[in-house]
Every structure is written in structure tokens, then in C-alpha cells.
């Protein structure tokens, strides 16, 4: 038996206006019913005007799929009746999408894996009912913000594979810089298919509506695969049905049956002229798309002399890639600046912003890279720069964290160790080499950590005559 996965995306895209009139498509923070006008409320007569940016923001993704852009599609009206759709229609492409084909290859647990795209269409997005104590409230806000759905083919083969597979796709919207993806605000969301093929040939599908997070997602599908597995080991047959997905319970919520299907009459939108890509302005949006992460994830090995993981971590997100690139041009070294990112900033990086600047991280770098700090003292100050606020360095002034660098000093503290350990120098002597790790151990206590090891043993080394 073979899982076998098919997922629909919608990705709202981020421009100024929505698709078909000048209203704010940035409606996230915006009290309800304020962005709205006759032509997202579809009041009769009211004319939409499709927004040029949402198709060149469309084209983008196409093109970093590697789909074949049509040069002439066209726009639909999806029929049906729910309060949050003021038009009683959404207008979609259905018959004639913007794209068709294409592909996204992605990683799961070092294995490089491809999933088809079938198509790729504009459309717009509904309002939102909002449940209340007292009843149902309406927002139109959303009503004809711009979305695209990416469709893909049945090619991926586990629930996690899915998730990974949206991971991947959000990574590339985001520095394709066409939508901010954020799953919990619902800017990236989607809806699955799932069958088990048994003795190769295609099984029966079931689909889950509206899965809005990379766990939802996950455990979704992994749900449904169990239940259908089940189902057919014990000789039944799977029903085809759609299922939303508690999320808080846990549990798939059976939707509709296949008999309840919709009928959504679709048909051409007089009143839009079909949507012409003519070669020039394809060629113009290529011309302006920014750097794809694969692309940078390459320049990150070649230029930096990452391992391909550490530069696939970095290129996760594009403000994490960023960031990186201005610590290392801060303190001039890409191996030190990806040690200190990966394994120091991002266990501390939440929000949007990086939890200490780059200029303050490369500046405490170079301290540890010219002996001026020990690395462990480094971790310390940098740790409570973070917690404060405050510049490492200006720490690192004030606790006394930098190295001792005078000869002198370093002796007179290795000498107090030798007497203060007779059964260690004892040790040495007799030949146990490992006995100087000790004493240095002890030296670094004396110090607080702010001698150089490798100093120390040589002073040691010499106070014991041994050179
Ligand atoms: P429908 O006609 O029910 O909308 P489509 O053929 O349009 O089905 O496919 C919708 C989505 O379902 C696509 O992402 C596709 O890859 C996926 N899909 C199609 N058939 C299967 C299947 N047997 N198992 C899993 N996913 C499937
Ligand atoms: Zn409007
Ligand atoms: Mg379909």
C-alpha cells in the first residue's frame, strides 16, 4: 500500500490593492467593513479592473516553478451562495489558468524530492464570518484580496513530505517577495487530498479543507492515512468525502458527502477581457525577479564555503539570509559568522527581527577572533546582550570578560596553580601527560575563563621544565 498525496495552495499575494479595485488589500489589522467599495461589495453595475501587480507578483511564481506561462488566460465566476461572499460569485480562472506545469524540488531528511505542479490560476479571496457569543458577524475586508492557487499533482508520498513541501513553497514566496506566507494569518493555506494505492493502481480520494498550519497539515494527513489503511486492510472501501480538521480535538470533521457535491455553474466573466501576457512583459518580470533561494543557497556554498546544509538552514528565510550576510560583511569571516548564527542567534531569534544586530554580533566576533575575548566568555556576554538589550562588547568592558593578555599575569597565575597541585605536577612528571589539561583547567577557574588555553599550557610546559 502507497500513500499518495495531492495538495491545492492558496497564497494571498501581497500588493497595495486588491485584484479587481483600488481597496486596501492589507487588511489584517484593519477594523471590520472599512476597505470596501461597490466593486469587492458586488454592487450591481460596479465594473472590476484587474491589478496589474497581482499578475506580475503571479508571473514570479510561475516562473520559479518553471511553468508554462499562458499567453492568453482567462477569468471565471464560481457560483455559490455564502454570506461572506457579498457577489454571490468568485471570480477565479478555471477553464484557461495563468500557468500550467512547472515543479518545486525540495529536501526531506537529506533526500531531494519533486513534486509537479499541474496549474496555477488568479483569483480572489471571500470576506470572513466571524462567530460570535451572540450570532455571526460579517467582514468584507478580505472580499477580493488577490490569491493564487498552486495545484499540484499526486506526487507526494507521505504527510510529512507535505508539510516539508509547503516549507519548501513558503521559503520561496517569501523571497520571491510576493507574499509574506504567514500560515497563522492565514496567508498561505490548504487543502489536501489523500489516497492509499493498493497494488499500484490509483486509489479513491478523500480531501481535508482549510489546513492552516504546518502541524495541521502533518497530523491531517497522517490521520486520514491511518483511517484509510485501516479501512481498506479490513476489505473496505473508502468513500469519497471531504473532511475539515479540528485542530484543538484532534480529529478530522466529516464536511460533505460525494452526493452533496457542488454544482458551481461556472462560466466565462463578461466582465473582463481575457488576460493577455504578452513575451515583453514575461520577459520584464524575469528581468526583476529577485534571487531565487536555491540560487542563494548555491552562492552561499561557492562564495562563503558553507556545507550545503548550513547554507540551506540560512536560506530558510530570506531576513535570516539577510542577516547573515550582513554579519559577515561586519567581521569579514563566513564560516565564524554561519558558527555564530546557527548555533548562538537563531535558538534566540522569534519574531521578525533578529535578536541582536548584525553590526554588534560581528563586532563581538572579531574581538574572539583577534584573542581579545575567549570564546566561552564571548557566548556569556553575547547571552546577556540579548537578554538586556546592550552591546556585547560594552559587557564584556564592564564584567571584565576580555583576556588576559599580560605574560606576566598569566605566569604569576600558573605558578600559584603548580603550588597549589602538587599531586598534578607529581603526575606530570611521572609522565602522564594528560595532567596539564588539568592544571589548565585549574587556571581557567582562577581566571574566570579569560586566559587562552593554548597560552596556558605552553606556560605550563615551560614552568615544568619539560620544553
Ligand atoms: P477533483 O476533480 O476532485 O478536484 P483533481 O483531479 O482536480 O480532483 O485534483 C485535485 C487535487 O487532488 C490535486 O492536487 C491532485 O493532485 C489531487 N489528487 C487527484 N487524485 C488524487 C488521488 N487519487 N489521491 C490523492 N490526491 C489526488
Ligand atoms: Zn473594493
Ligand atoms: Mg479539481
Not at 490560476?121 to 493564487?148: F, Q, S, W, Y
Not at 485501516?230 to 472501501?237: E, I, P, V
Not at 535578536?355 to 581579545?372: C, D, F, H, N, Q
Amino acid at each position: 500500500m502507497r500513500t499518495v498525496i495531492g495538495l491545492e495552495i492558496h497564497v494571498q499575494l501581497k500588493t497595495r490593492t486588491k485584484l479587481f479595485c483600488g481597496c486596501s488589500a492589507d487588511y489584517f489589522a484593519a477594523p471590520p467593513n472599512t476597505l470596501t467599495c461597490p466593486v469587492c461589495l458586488g454592487m450591481p453595475g460596479a465594473l472590476p479592473v484587474l491589478n496589474r501587480r497581482a499578475v506580475e507578483l503571479a508571473l514570479r511564481v510561475a516562473l520559479a516553478l518553471g511553468a508554462r506561462v499562458q499567453e492568453i488566460s482567462r477569468f471565471d465566476r464560481k457560483n455559490y451562495f455564502y454570506p461572506d461572499l457579498p457577489k454571490g460569485y468568485q471570480i477565479t480562472q478555471r477553464e484557461f489558468p495563468l500557468a500550467l506545469g512547472g515543479a518545486l524540488r525540495f529536501r526531506v531528511d537529506d533526500e531531494e524530492r519533486t513534486v509537479r505542479v499541474r496549474e496555477m490560476h488568479l483569483e480572489e479571496d471571500a470576506g470572513k464570518l466571524i462567530h460570535t457569543d451572540d450570532g455571526a458577524r460579517v467582514d468584507m475586508n478580505r472580499c477580493g484580496v488577490p490569491l493564487i492557487e498552486i495545484v499540484t499533482e499526486p506526487d507526494i508520498r507521505s504527510p510529512k513530505e507535505a508539510r516539508e513541501f509547503l516549507r519548501a513553497l513558503r521559503t520561496l514566496l517569501r523571497h520571491l517577495r510576493v507574499s509574506d506566507a504567514d500560515m497563522e494569518k492565514g496567508e498561505l493555506r490548504c487543502d489536501a487530498n489523500i489516497s492509499i494505492s493498493v497494488d499500484g493502481t490509483m486509489g479513491t480520494k478523500t480531501e481535508i479543507k482549510n489546513l492552516n498550519s504546518f502541524r495541521a497539515v502533518e497530523r491531517a494527513l497522517a490521520a486520514e492515512e491511518e483511517r484509510q489503511r485501516a479501512l481498506l486492510s479490513r476489505g473496505g472501501t473508502v468513500e469519497q468525502v471531504t473532511f475539515g480538521w479540528d485542530e484543538h480535538a484532534g480529529r478530522l470533521v466529516l464536511q460533505r458527502a460525494k452526493e452533496e457535491a457542488h454544482d458551481y455553474r461556472y462560466f466565462p466573466e463578461p466582465d473582463l477581457v481575457p488576460l493577455v501576457v504578452t513575451r515583453e512583459w514575461l520577459e520584464r518580470v524575469e528581468r526583476e525577479m529577485p534571487e531565487l533561494p536555491w540560487e542563494r543557497e548555491e552562492r552561499f556554498v561557492r562564495e562563503y564555503g558553507l556545507s550545503g546544509k548550513d547554507a540551506g538552514i540560512l536560506i530558510e528565510e530570506p531576513a535570516r539570509a539577510d542577516y547573515y550576510e550582513e554579519v559577515v560583511r561586519a567581521c569579514g569571516d563566513p564560516g565564524e559568522a554561519a558558527g555564530w548564527v546557527l548555533s548562538e542567534i537563531l535558538s534566540y531569534w522569534k519574531g521578525e527581527s533578529p535578536p541582536i544586530g548584525a553590526e554588534a554580533l560581528g563586532r563581538l566576533i572579531t574581538a574572539v577572533r583577534s584573542g581579545k575575548i575567549s570564546r566561552t566568555n564571548a557566548k556569556e556576554a553575547l547571552e546577556e546582550a540579548i537578554a538586556s538589550g546592550r552591546d556585547p562588547l560594552e559587557i564584556v568592558e564592564e564584567r571584565g570578560l576580555s583576556l588576559l593578555s599580560d605574560e606576566e599575569e598569566l605566569r604569576r597565575v600558573a605558578e600559584e596553580v603548580v603550588a597549589e597541585n602538587p599531586k598534578a605536577v607529581e603526575d606530570f612528571r611521572a609522565g602522564k601527560k594528560q595532567a596539564i589539561g588539568f592544571l589548565v583547567g585549574q587556571a581557567m577557574r582562577k581566571t574566570k575563563g579569560r586566559a587562552d588555553a593554548k597560552r596556558l599550557s605552553r606556560i605550563f610546559l615551560e614552568i615544568l621544565g619539560a620544553n
